[in-house]
Structure formats: C-alpha cells, structure tokens
C-alpha cells in the first residue's frame, strides 16, 4: 500500500506543473525553465519517466494495482477538463485571471532571449523553429483570420494591432503566446500518459475476459464426479450436508430455497447412477424439495438413506479405529 501511496505522489508531482511571472524581465517561468526556451519535445521524458515507474512498480496481473491505474487514471481526467478549462481562458491577450505566483527580482538565470525573440533553427534545438506555432497563437490572441508569416513583431506592426502598446507590452503578448504552447505541450504529454494507463486498464480487462471465457467454455468431460447414487439420494445427501452445516449456507437465501446449491450441482460436471450407466445431473430442483415434510413415502426414503449412510460411517469408523490400534502396538 506504502509503494502505491508513494507511486501517486511521485506522478502527480510530474504531471503537475507551477508557473512564475517574473517581473524584471517580463516573462514566465514553467517548472523553473522559461517559456520561450520550452523545445517541443520537453515532456518527452516526463512520459519516459511515468511508464518506466508503472512498470517498475505496478503488478499487472493483480487486481488491486489496476484499480490504483483506473484511480490515477480518473485523476488524470480531472486534470486534463482542468487544463482545457485553463487553455480556454487564454485563448486572448488580455487573460481573466491570474493564475500564477509573481516575483520581481531579477533571475540568476535569465534566458538568452526575448520572448519576442526567438533563436535560430540549429543542431543544439533540433533544428526547431517555433515561429510558425507562436505565430498562430498570436494570430488567435487578436482573431487575426488570415495567416502570418512575417517576423512576429512586424506582423503586428503591419496588422494595426500594436497602437499603444510598448516594448514591454510586447514582451508581455509573446510571453503569455510562449506560456500558451507549453500549456498545450504539457497537455498533449497528459493525453499520452492517460493512453498509457487506459490501454494497461484495457490490456488487463481483455485478458481477464479471456481467461473467464475460457473457464465457462471449457467442459472437462473427463474431470467428473460419479456417484453410486440415484438421483433422488444424491438429492438427499446434499440436502442434508446443507442441513447439518457442512455445506455452508447461504446467508442471501432468506427464503431458503437453495437456488445456489441446485445451480451448482447442475453445473459441476456430476453424474449419478441410473439403472447400468451414470448420467449428468439436470434439473436438482425436483429431487431436493424444501418442503419435505408433506409426504410420508418421501420422508421414509430420506430416513432410509441417511440410515444407510450411517451404516456404512459406522463401518468406516470400525475400520479406522483398528489401523489405530495397530498403529499405537507399534508405537506410532
């Protein structure tokens, strides 16, 4: 129970995440790493890290362990509509809430651009240019229709959407689009964490589905249990193993119609004798009748039987206490 506890608290401090406005130099930090130095495959090894501690720690044949996956999982859910919720609120410039701490001294490490800045496509970034996608957010910032393609500083110059704002109202516009596309980075590493969990849920589901399939459609003709026994007695000594307690009673059967007990036996691959041959047990409800105090015939054939059972427990008896005897003459 302490791993699982200790597993949850592990993935909830890697899927979630604290953002920081740094005042000085007008720009958001996401998990202490600026947002316009967040590459598109930050989270990669975030989703790494998450499956290598599922497989390290989850059991996946045990029950318990898928139902802390489909608790995670729920988490998660949670997570992801939270998220969307928060996503939603930026879809402007002028964002409706506050959502982040605030500091105003200036960093010890600061990034090596602006946020209006964004550096070359090279080697060391994966040749990656985020351009195109700041672009876009932008353009959804001020419902820009038509596509931009020029510097992002010159777009809004040419579009009239600048008048009035400063340098550091720029800065600003880009740091909430760079906060933007690592909201959507970190929300796409979520979706693919919640695909990990449902396809492990799933996997163990079908699994578990096959193997029932399986119990219920296998018939072990040749694994059955035959008794010496017409079918009224062997009605009579179930009956009676439920009476006396050594067949457990059911505590749902107020009505004490033994519905499990009959339903089992019909099911359970037992044979009694008819005549010269064993045949399957079927249909128990007629040879084990609740009421059985109506008929003094069937009565008789029950008291037959049970004295007959006696006999022969009394004869076993007589058999077991010799070998004892000879058992303690020599000492054992």
Same mark, same amino acid.
């Given at each position: 129970m302490l791993k699982l506890v200790k597993l949850n608290q592990k993935i909830s401090e890697l899927l979630n995440f604290d953002i920081d406005f740094n005042e000085s130099i007008n720009n958001f930090s996401y998990n202490k790493m600026w947002v316009n130095e967040i590459p598109s495959n930050y989270f990669k090894p975030t989703i790494s890290k998450i499956e290598k501690l599922i497989d390290k720690n989850i059991d996946y044949n045990d029950e318990q362990n898928i139902y802390f996956i489909e608790s995670v999982l729920e988490d998660i859910q949670e997570l992801i509509k939270s998220l969307n919720n928060r996503l939603l609120n930026y879809s402007?410039?002028?964002?409706?809430?506050?959502?982040?701490?605030?500091?105003?001294?200036?960093?010890?490490?600061?990034?090596?651009?602006?946020?209006?800045? #964004?550096?070359?496509?090279?080697?060391s970034n994966n040749s990656e240019s985020k351009t195109p996608v700041i672009l876009q957010i932008v353009r959804e910032f001020f419902k820009i229709e038509d596509t931009l393609d020029d510097s992002l500083i010159d777009v809004l110059i040419e579009k009239n959407i600048v008048t009035g704002y400063d340098d550091? +109202?720029?800065?600003?516009?880009?740091?909430?689009?760079?906060?933007?596309?690592?909201?959507?980075?970190?929300?796409?590493?979520?979706?693919e964490v919640a695909g990990f969990f449902d396809?492990?849920?799933?996997? *163990?589901?079908?699994?578990?589905?096959?193997?029932? $399939?399986? #119990?219920?459609?296998?018939?072990?003709?040749?694994?059955?249990?035959?008794?010496?026994?017409?079918?009224? !007695?062997?009605?009579?000594?179930?009956?009676?193993?439920? $009476?006396?307690?050594?067949?457990?009673?059911?505590?749902?059967?107020?009505?004490? +119609?033994?519905t499990n007990l009959?339903?089992?036996?019909?099911?359970?691959?037992? *044979?009694?004798?008819?005549?010269?041959?064993f045949t399957k047990v079927q249909k128990m409800?007629?040879?084990?009748?609740?009421?059985? !105090?109506?008929?003094?015939k069937l009565l008789e054939n029950e008291i037959t039987f049970l004295n007959d059972m006696v006999e022969k427990l009394s004869q076993r008896i007589d058999s077991l206490t010799k070998i004892k005897a000879e058992l303690v003459k020599r000492g054992h």
């Open positions: 402007s410039y002028d964002f409706s809430k506050i959502e982040w701490s605030v500091s105003f001294d200036f960093p010890d490490n600061p990034p090596e651009n602006l946020t209006t800045e #964004l550096p070359t496509p090279l080697p550091y +109202e720029l800065e600003l516009i880009f740091a909430k689009a760079h906060l933007v596309y690592a909201l959507i980075l970190h929300l796409e590493m979520i979706y396809s492990i849920i799933q996997t *163990y589901k079908r699994r578990k589905a096959q193997v029932e $399939e399986k #119990l219920i459609s296998f018939i072990p003709e040749d694994l059955k249990l035959e008794f010496n026994l017409s079918k009224t !007695n062997l009605g009579h000594l179930f009956y009676n193993l439920y $009476e006396i307690g050594i067949i457990a009673k059911d505590k749902k059967d107020v009505k004490d +119609e033994r009959k339903n089992y036996i019909n099911h359970a691959n037992i *044979y009694y004798f008819d005549k010269s041959t409800t007629r040879a084990m009748p609740v009421d059985r !105090n109506l008929d003094s």
